[in-house]
């Protein structure tokens, strides 16, 4: 057993065993387990690395390719990113001007949407795939690798965003330091993640689509994010409970994974157009009904998912 990233502590509670609910990648079952010093909830134990490479499946994010289809889920995408874009843009107008760091940026959308707002960026994925996407489709330049390992210059980004990114690494405090030699003095660090202190978290409990076992390997809670954040040399300006994107989405999905469109893509599921047709706007319907109940978990403060805009102190 390790320490825990927050406090130290060495004792653990588990909670619940759960598999992977969504993109079923393996039958085994997982352990989260709470810890007793600070409460911070993590998979214990902990894959290797390698074991963990087989959980995630290819085509992880998203590329619309050329058809009809994938270009009308695009313009869907372009509009429920809304929220990420007018929260960075605040971000980046309160720093000296430089360029955006996206790690974790996937096909690039949020990338493109910002380079057309005239901001310089640059993306990082571990798979090489997304960043080719990243530069084909969106023209945003990417990098293919980690950000401890990157070959970018310290001090040279105005903003560095993570989006859903943290949950995943075995070890979030070296990304937040690599982030912060990364950032200009002025620069803002903007992250997101599940929150689990939400009421979706307290609702579904291992079920909850936040948890997404085996990946994620950490669920924060609003308040582990700002400790972990603090506690890497940052200091929290501002919190959004609210993301559109991701939010009544959230919810769609812990009430029927099986109709997730991204879960059925990655599962490579066979499906006539009309069967597709069909689950997407069921699915659709679901993310529009789960809209109030979103909108008042974060007025409660308490929404499915927290992004933090943050400044090296
Ligand atoms: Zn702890």
Redesign the pocket.
């Known amino acids: 057993m390790t320490a825990?990233v927050?406090?130290?502590?060495d004792r653990l509670a588990p909670l619940y065993r759960a598999s992977d609910r969504l993109y079923r990648t393996t039958r085994k079952e997982f352990t989260v387990a709470r810890?007793g010093?600070?409460?911070?909830m993590r998979l214990d134990p902990q894959p290797s690395s390698e074991e963990l490479r087989q959980y995630y499946p290819p085509g992880y994010w998203f590329d619309p390719g050329g058809e009809i289809p994938g270009r009308l889920e695009e313009a869907y995408r372009r509009l429920v990113l809304g929220d990420h874009v007018r929260f960075v843009e605040s971000a980046l107008r309160r720093a000296e001007p430089g360029p955006l760091l996206d790690v974790g940026c996937g096909g690039g959308l949020f990338l493109g949407l910002l380079r057309k707002r005239g901001f310089e960026v640059v993306g990082l994925d571990v798979s090489w795939e997304a960043a080719r996407v990243a530069w084909q489709r969106q023209h945003a330049p990417a990098v293919c690798g980690t950000l401890d390992r990157a070959p970018l210059r310290a001090g040279s980004f105005a903003c560095v965003t993570m989006f859903h990114v943290l949950e995943h690494l075995p070890d979030p405090r070296t990304f937040l330091i690599t982030a912060a030699r990364l950032l200009q003095p002025s620069g803002r660090l903007v992250l997101q993640v599940p929150n689990a202190a939400s009421w979706q978290s307290r609702l579904f409990g291992a079920a909850w689509n936040g948890v997404d076992v085996p990946r994620h390997l950490y669920d924060f809670r609003d308040c582990d994010l700002e400790k972990l954040v603090e506690g890497c040399g940052f200091a929290i300006v501002r919190r959004k409970y609210f993301s559109l994107r991701d939010n009544p989405a959230g919810l769609a999905s812990s009430l029927a994974p099986a109709l997730d469109p991204m879960a059925r893509r990655v599962r490579k599921l066979e499906e006539s157009s009309a069967t597709r047709l069909t689950k997407d706007l069921l699915y659709l319907a679901l993310v529009c009904a789960a809209l109030p109940f979103a909108l008042a978990e974060a007025a409660g403060r308490a929404g499915s998912t927290v992004m933090i805009e943050a400044v090296k102190r």
Do not use: K, V
Request: aromatic share 0%.
């Open positions: 825990c927050l406090c130290g502590s810890c010093g600070c409460g911070l």
